[in-house]
């Protein structure tokens, strides 16, 4: 989350800002001290928990100071520009800057760069850059021309990588712009051409970065409202020739697309940015806070003295004009995480600030009058979608801690809280990643098979199937009446688990085989029967409807779907009246397919089914008894189900014999045990034949 405290007045002096504003606001020496160049004459140097200035410089009448003074961090010292080549360097104690050191050099500068760790470097207008102290030794010195006629240096950044400087800095040239890295430990300029995407005729009005051990996360603010960003590799792969970068949309209508006043951006950290400008084109201007890693608003101030459209941050104090006063808003943003993305997070709220919720609710404008329309509000979704899965993705990649499963539960609460607060919100791979995690069961979190019922999502109830240890038999039954009703057309654009379903059209026997056989196979002979009136019935039948017994009745994916549910883990007593209210063509459809389960298992010695976790006979079993039991009226009065109920009654027969004859052998096995237990041979050696008939 990220908070604007209250604001305050820098100092009641009145600066020479001009129709652009000031020159800058740059870090001194000391934390608290920041020196400020106005776009006159004057530099003044300002502690900011005083709310006063400690010191002011002037070049004399006639100048003009063109470059923001900086601190020398190595020396302590003051630099500045003015008359764009003449340069002066002075300290504290120094009262008249023109008596100071100065240095006329042989090129117009367009800035001076100074950052903790490094000597400051002067990037010339042309391209070219010089260390300080190298320049200083000849100021005279050539300065080459690095980049083409017509080419204006619009931005500039000082980074330290790896302990080593980098400087970048764009340029435009009839509206294309481009990117120049140089790496001083190398001493490797690389070029790269910003490509703009879509909308080729937009200008680029505010550029800001951020770098990490890889990438210069470059981002700009478009004249169409919008934040874009480019990615520049720190170690380039061909730096010889000019590459071309791509931009990619990173948020929108952030603020106006055609604002009168001028608009500003600059990254705060790698989550978040602040804005400067109007929301909306007769609105009043706002300096607004974003997380550009879940797409979210985090906090707005209305500046209703308008401002001069710039903006500079250091520390946690954010420096803008408001009106004609230099204005100072201190600001906390906190570490993005998935838990403050998920609202898990205690915040406490200053008197005056307003800050926004969360989550922004896209359906309604918030803040300043900011809102989007319907068309984005899918996109905007999606986006923190994203971004959320990439930060579970994270959180699940790092070593499990004490804490781990507390956050798995806190996280999953979160998500379903917003999914039912925003019905478009509906992070699905994230809630299976969850899932997947083993450390969840339905106790823990109810609304996700709920919600997942709502949105019928096959996939991830088959999951919750498979890995929740506790479901109420009523959500058991509500999932295989999903199962059962959805359509094939459907089903084919879902991808569920197949392990437990093996190849059909490879396990069918032959029509005629089973037909005329009288080989009794495990004891079953689908053909066999002791009842003429059943025998005649079934004479009736056409080769066709025999075939039915031996063929899948649903699609594989279905049968991946109804295998979860065989596996689940029930109570009758519980199970059985909510059996009852699944309509009789499934309950039909249900039993076929267990029927022919059985027939698969009856193919086998072993009386299993092939797969990695394919059902058992006993589920099998099972579930045709609790079906019959609880819809047996039903399904009786159904014509189409005459011949399934002849089938069952049949496999039952058959089981009958089957645990008959087991019955009999192991009695068998018992007694000839006992003779065996009873026999003394004395050592003597013999040989029994046993036969068992």
């Known amino acids: 989350m990220a908070a604007l405290e209250e604001e305050f007045t820098l100092s009641s002096i009145v600066l020479s800002a001009g129709p652009?504003?000031?020159?800058?606001?740059?870090?001194?020496?000391?934390?608290?001290?920041?020196?400020?160049?106005?776009?006159?004459?004057?530099?003044?140097?300002?502690?900011?928990?005083?709310?006063?200035?400690?010191?002011?410089?002037s070049v004399k009448q006639g100048q003009i100071i063109t470059c923001p003074a900086v601190c020398n961090f190595q020396t302590r010292e003051y630099i500045v520009v003015h008359d764009n080549k003449v340069l002066r360097i002075w300290n504290n104690e120094d009262v008249n800057l023109d008596k100071v050191f100065k240095a006329t050099l042989s090129a117009e500068v367009y800035r001076i760069?100074?950052?903790?760790?490094?000597?400051?470097?002067?990037?010339?207008?042309?391209?070219?850059?010089?260390?300080?102290?190298?320049?200083?030794?000849?100021?005279?010195?050539?300065?080459?021309?690095?980049?083409?006629?017509?080419?204006?240096?619009?931005?500039?950044?000082?980074?330290?990588?790896?302990?080593?400087?980098?400087?970048?800095?764009?340029?435009?040239?009839?509206?294309?712009?481009?990117?120049?890295?140089?790496?001083?430990?190398s001493r490797i300029l690389t070029k790269y051409t910003l490509l703009l995407g879509q909308d080729e005729n937009s200008v680029i009005e505010s550029f800001t970065?951020?770098?990490?051990?890889?990438?210069?996360?470059?981002?700009?603010?478009?004249?169409?409202?919008?934040?874009?960003?480019?990615?520049?590799?720190?170690?380039?792969?061909?730096?010889?020739?000019?590459?071309?970068?791509?931009?990619?949309l990173l948020l929108k209508a952030v603020v106006s697309g055609n604002t009168q006043n001028g608009v500003a951006l600059t990254a705060l950290d790698q989550d978040h940015v602040?804005?400067?400008?109007?929301?909306?084109?007769?609105?009043?201007?706002?300096?607004?806070?974003?997380?550009?890693?879940?797409?979210?608003?985090?906090?707005?101030?209305?500046?209703?003295?308008?401002?001069?459209?710039?903006?500079?941050?250091?520390?946690?104090?954010?420096?803008?004009?408001?009106?004609?006063?230099?204005?100072?808003?201190?600001?906390?943003?906190?570490?993005?995480?998935?838990?403050?993305?998920?609202?898990?997070?205690?915040?406490?709220?200053?008197?005056?600030?307003?800050?926004?919720?969360?989550?922004?609710?896209?359906?309604?404008?918030?803040?300043?009058?900011?809102?989007?329309?319907?068309?984005?509000?899918?996109?905007?979704?999606?986006?923190?979608?994203?971004?959320?899965?990439?930060?579970?993705?994270?959180?699940?990649?790092?070593?499990?801690?004490?804490?781990?499963?507390?956050?798995i539960g806190d996280s999953v609460t979160g998500l379903l809280e917003r999914c039912k607060a925003e019905p478009s919100f509906y992070p699905r791979n994230c809630l299976m990643q969850l899932i997947q995690t083993h450390v969840l069961s339905y106790s823990l979190c109810p609304d996700l098979m709920e919600i997942a019922l709502i949105k019928k999502d096959v996939q991830l109830l088959q999951l919750c199937l498979q890995q929740f240890p506790d479901i109420p038999e009523s959500v058991t039954c509500a999932c295989l009446k999903t199962f059962l009703s959805i359509g094939d057309d459907s089903l084919q654009e879902t991808d569920v688990s197949m392990e437990s379903v093996f190849d059909y059209s490879n396990s069918v026997h032959d029509e005629k085989m089973e037909e005329q056989t009288e080989i009794l196979q495990n004891g079953f002979n689908p053909e066999e029967d002791k009842c003429s009136n059943c025998d005649q019935e079934l004479n009736k039948k056409s080769q066709d409807e025999t075939k039915e017994s031996t063929s899948c009745p649903v699609v594989p994916k279905r049968a991946a779907l109804l295998n979860a549910i065989l596996h689940s883990a029930y109570s009758e007593t519980f199970l059985l009246p909510h059996l009852k209210d699944i309509p009789a063509?499934?309950?039909?459809?249900?039993?076929?397919?267990?029927?022919?389960?059985?027939?698969?298992?009856?193919?086998?010695?072993?009386?299993?089914?092939?797969?990695?976790?394919?059902?058992?006979?006993?589920?099998?079993?099972?579930?045709?008894?609790?079906?019959?039991?609880?819809?047996?009226?039903?399904?009786?009065?159904?014509?189409?189900?005459?011949?399934?109920?002849?089938?069952?009654?049949?496999?039952?027969?058959?089981?009958?014999?089957?645990?008959?004859?087991?019955?009999?052998?192991?009695?068998?096995?018992?007694?000839?045990?006992?003779?065996?237990?009873?026999?003394?041979?004395?050592?003597l050696y013999s040989i029994e034949v046993l036969e068992l008939f």
């Not at 760069?113 to 260390?131: C, H, I």
Request: proline share 5%.
């Open 20 to 57: 652009e504003g000031l020159l800058g606001v740059e870090q001194s020496d000391e934390t608290d001290q920041f020196l400020v160049t106005d776009s006159g004459r004057t530099v003044i140097l300002y502690k900011v928990s005083d709310h006063k200035p400690l010191g002011s410089w």
């Open 113 to 185: 760069l100074s950052v903790q760790g490094t000597e400051p470097l002067v990037l010339f207008k042309e391209g070219a850059v010089r260390g300080l102290e190298a320049l200083l030794a000849d100021p005279q010195q050539k300065i080459e021309t690095v980049i083409s006629d017509e080419e204006v240096i619009k931005w500039t950044k000082f980074f330290i990588v790896f302990r080593h400087p980098v400087l970048i800095f764009i340029t435009e040239k009839h509206g294309n712009y481009f990117a120049y890295v140089q790496m001083f430990n």
């Open 209 to 248: 970065a951020s770098v990490d051990r890889k990438f210069i996360s470059l981002m700009s603010l478009s004249s169409d409202g919008c934040i874009y960003e480019t990615l520049i590799p720190i170690r380039p792969t061909d730096p010889e020739n000019n590459q071309s970068l791509v931009r990619s």
């Open 274 to 407: 602040a804005v400067l400008g109007s929301p909306l084109a007769a609105s009043k201007e706002c300096l607004s806070v974003w997380n550009i890693k879940f797409q979210t608003l985090q906090t707005s101030k209305e500046l209703p003295q308008g401002t001069s459209g710039q903006l500079w941050y250091y520390g946690e104090n954010l420096f803008m004009l408001h009106g004609k006063s230099l204005t100072v808003i201190p600001y906390k943003c906190e570490v993005s995480s998935l838990a403050g993305a998920l609202g898990k997070l205690k915040h406490g709220q200053d008197p005056g600030t307003h800050v926004m919720p969360r989550f922004v609710n896209w359906e309604t404008p918030q803040g300043c009058g900011l809102g989007f329309q319907n068309s984005e509000q899918s996109r905007r979704i999606e986006d923190s979608e994203k971004h959320i899965e990439v930060e579970v993705r994270k959180f699940l990649a790092l070593k499990q801690t004490p804490d781990f499963h507390t956050v």
């Open 585 to 683: 063509q499934h309950i039909t459809l249900f039993l076929k397919y267990l029927y022919f389960l059985y027939l698969k298992c009856s193919e086998n010695a072993t009386m299993t089914l092939p797969g990695i976790h394919p059902p058992t006979l006993n589920q099998i079993m099972d579930w045709i008894c609790l079906l019959l039991d609880a819809n047996f009226t039903v399904v009786v009065m159904m014509p189409e189900a005459k011949r399934l109920l002849i089938n069952l009654y049949k496999l039952v027969k058959s089981q009958i014999s089957v645990y008959s004859e087991l019955n009999k052998i192991e009695v068998s096995f018992r007694e000839l045990q006992k003779l065996n237990q009873e026999k003394n041979n004395r050592g």
